[in-house]
């Protein structure tokens, strides 16, 4: 099993930075794929990016492509949102998920495993 706790988000004027982190418990942390997903009240949670459990694969949605960067420390057991030009549309909760030995997951219901997700506030 895996624990995950996000942190790093906050309130950014549009065009600003945050990055966010996705700390993990538990052993065998670089045999996961790693994926944040976002969802405002009201609507779907929504795959945001992902990376694959060797690192070697990253994968975005259209929206935040060129803008959002995913990355991973296996020795920290920690994975990273470095988010830049953020829009107002980019308000949301940001959760962390788990997949064992995921590459290129986009769905919530292929994830075992989710943080308590941590807001992001985006104001214009």
């Known amino acids: 099993q895996v624990q995950l706790v996000e942190s790093g988000g906050g309130l950014v004027q549009a065009g600003g930075s945050l990055r966010l982190s996705c700390a993990a418990s538990?052993?065998?942390?670089?045999?996961?794929?790693m994926a944040w997903f976002r969802q405002v009240p009201g609507k779907e949670r929504e795959f945001v990016a992902v990376?694959?459990?060797?690192?070697?694969?990253?994968y975005y949605s259209d929206s935040v492509k060129g803008r959002f960067t995913i990355s991973r420390d296996n020795a920290k057991k920690t994975v990273y949102l470095q988010m830049n030009s953020l829009k107002s549309e980019d308000t949301a909760v940001y959760y962390c998920?788990?997949?064992?030995?995921?590459?290129?997951?986009?769905?919530?219901?292929?994830?075992?495993?989710w943080g308590q997700g941590t807001q992001v506030t985006v104001s214009s």
């Open positions: 538990g052993s065998a942390f670089s045999t996961y794929g």
């Open positions: 990376i694959s459990w060797s690192g070697g694969r990253t």
């Open positions: 998920a788990a997949k064992s030995f995921g590459s290129r997951a986009t769905t919530v219901v292929e994830y075992n495993y």
